[in-house]
């Protein structure tokens, strides 16, 4: 059984012949350390060396303004997440009807489609990453987005339009030129915080749900396995977001509130896949490579065997020893 | 009097912030906090009463429900803006001393951390708790908690850290501002954090979310 077939039958709830690995996606401060200690030099080489299932590959370069323009323009001033952009003072439709929105004609997936050609027998998790949550936060500054749900909903809906009409026609343009080539549609937001979902349910189900549909719908009409990434506790809408068409989810925060594997098997097991688990707060910091496949292994009998091994974030920081990596992947082959 | 105060702290907790403002649906058209600590000034309501027994009684539900897992980040941040509305008409009273705060604060994330959402709110509820709170913002260093201190030496120290990385940040933050400050209080919260984090590095605690923190703070004064 070859990874990718290992990884599209752990996500279909199928047996498998193991349990699946992916290493993540490290941090970019984080790549010099690992290269160090495995002797690799290249991404893929560590991936090879680590037996890695899993391939992330997202169309990031696919949009190609005639005048090197951003996909949206938000024009936030600063970095974080609650600093407002073009939209922070907004609460009249006509200027969200005016911005100017991509264009999906410039996008272009012919470098995209090379590289999936060449990715080899690996699960291929691609389309493009479509956080509209996420880019709704930054559009409109992450308190203003949350005010104006209540204050300006109409606003709210509006923008949300827009960023998933791109969306659905970007990752539909996507999937018609490297449809074959990819497995499943793996596309995130961040909904949870460490003890919560960000949001009510009630706001769930009026600002996100019928935006997040159209996404899984459309992955369905390509026959993609729907992988969500979604930080922090998101337990509240875990069966909703089933519902919704979720066949697996990512990263699976090990330490935040009710998303420790005990309590995801025993509400969520047989009804989806899970990707991640591998606690990046605590354990794969701190830990001994001993506490590591203790883990792994205790993973492996509860989640399993519908489960991708993975750090419970991609984005691996430095703080990580390299020893605890290659415990991690050492111990899924394993017994 | 009383009535008045008491529909000032249900507006703040319900995150009505004036006659126009279209939420909550079901109170459209009516007064809310704006209107309602106008009319209490009018009626001569000692400031301090307005913001003891109306508008604290408000942030403080809500911060309570939103630690409980009742409310989430939307209702908290709008009946943080209520009261921020309300507390303009207090701010000459502040001015000249006619209303007196419970203290200050200083408060940032770490250097090399941009997580700020949960900082904010701890702002909001403590600025509702009647302390006056001095945001630092995101990639705070320990050389600027220090500056700040040395403004504001009565103040207590607050710190967020939201990734593994930054904490050891806040371990170095703690040392140094406990070296020029020893009678400091410093509080931390955050994601990855824990109690005995806190300890570890000479913190004076831990709290996982502001309305606990808030409840410390009062208890200790
Ligand atoms: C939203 C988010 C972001 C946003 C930040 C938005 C913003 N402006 O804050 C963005 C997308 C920018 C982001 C970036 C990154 N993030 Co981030 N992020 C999150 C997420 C999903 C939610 C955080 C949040 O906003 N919570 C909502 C608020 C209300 O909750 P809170 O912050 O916990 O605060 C509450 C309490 O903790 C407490 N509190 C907080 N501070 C204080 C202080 C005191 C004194 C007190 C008493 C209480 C207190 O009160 C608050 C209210 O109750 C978390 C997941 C998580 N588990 O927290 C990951 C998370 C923190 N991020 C993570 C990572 C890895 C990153 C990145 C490195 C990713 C990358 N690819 O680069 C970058 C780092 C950027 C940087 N240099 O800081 C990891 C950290 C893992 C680790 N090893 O520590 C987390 C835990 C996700 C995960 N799956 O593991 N992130």
């Known amino acids: 059984m070859n990874s990718r077939e290992r990884i599209t039958r752990i996500l279909a709830g199928e047996k498998a012949d193991r349990c699946g690995f992916w290493l993540g996606n490290p941090h970019p401060d984080s790549w010099a350390g690992l290269h160090d200690y495995f002797g690799t030099s290249t991404e893929e080489e560590l991936r090879l060396l680590l037996k890695d299932d899993f391939r992330w590959i997202c169309p990031w370069n696919a949009y190609q303004h005639p005048e090197g323009k951003p996909v949206f323009d938000m024009q936030r001033p600063g970095k974080t997440l609650s600093e407002g952009g073009v939209f922070a003072d907004t609460i009249n439709i006509d200027e969200v009807e005016s911005f100017n929105w991509p264009q999906p004609e410039y996008l272009d997936f012919t470098g995209y489609k090379e590289t999936l050609e060449n990715a080899g027998d690996f699960y291929r998790a691609g389309g493009l990453w479509s956080p509209f949550f996420h880019e709704a936060c930054d559009i409109f500054g992450m308190e203003n987005y949350f005010l104006k749900m209540y204050t300006h909903p109409e606003v709210v809906h509006a923008v949300t339009q827009h960023l998933i009409d791109y969306y659905l026609a970007a990752n539909r343009l996507c999937f018609e030129e490297c449809g074959d080539l990819i497995d499943g549609f793996f596309f995130g937001n961040d909904f949870g915080s460490q003890h919560d979902i960000l949001v009510s349910p009630a706001l769930f189900t009026e600002f996100i749900y019928p935006y997040f549909r159209k996404l899984t719908e459309l992955g369905k009409e390509y026959h993609k396995q729907i992988i969500l990434h979604s930080c922090g506790s998101i337990f509240r809408v875990m069966n909703d977001l089933i519902a919704l068409g979720v066949d697996a989810f990512h990263p699976l925060q090990a330490k935040a509130a009710d998303m420790d594997a005990d309590t995801l098997k025993q509400h969520f097991s047989g009804k989806v896949a899970f990707i991640g688990a591998i606690d990046t707060q605590d354990l794969l910091v701190n830990g001994s490579p001993d506490d590591v496949i203790k883990e792994v292994n205790r993973i492996k009998s509860v989640l399993g065997p519908s489960v991708v091994i993975s750090p419970s974030h991609e984005a691996l920081l430095p703080d990580v020893p390299p020893r605890n990596i290659e415990a991690m992947a050492k111990a899924v082959a394993g017994k | ?221």
Request: charged share 25%; with cysteine.
């Open chain 2, 1 to 221: 009097m009383e009535r008045l105060l008491f529909d000032l702290s249900i507006a703040i907790e319900r995150g009505k912030e004036n006659e126009t403002s279209p939420y909550p649906p079901d109170l459209k058209g009516k007064p809310g906090a704006y209107e309602f600590t106008s009319r209490l000034l009018e009626m001569n309501c000692p400031p301090d009463t307005i913001l003891k027994q109306g508008m604290m009684p408000g942030m403080d539900r809500i911060g309570k429900k939103f630690a409980d897992g009742i409310v989430f980040i939307p209702e908290i941040l709008i009946a943080a803006k209520a009261m921020k509305a309300a507390m303009t008409l207090l701010k000459p009273y502040f001015d000249n001393g006619a209303v007196l705060r419970k203290g200050k604060v200083i408060i940032g994330t770490v250097a090399g951390d941009l997580h700020d959402i949960g900082k904010n709110i701890v702002c909001m509820v403590l600025e509702g708790a009647g302390w006056e709170v001095f945001d630092l913002g995101v990639d705070v260093t320990k050389e600027k908690f220090l500056a700040s201190l040395n403004e504001h030496p009565e103040s207590i120290i607050c710190m967020s850290a939201l990734l593994t990385t930054t904490m050891r940040e806040m371990e170095k933050s703690v040392t140094t501002i406990k070296q020029a400050f020893p009678q400091t209080k410093i509080y931390l919260g955050g994601a990855p954090l824990t109690s005995d984090f806190a300890d570890k590095i000479g913190a004076d605690g831990y709290f996982p979310d502001p309305h606990s923190l808030s409840k410390h703070l009062t208890g200790n004064l």
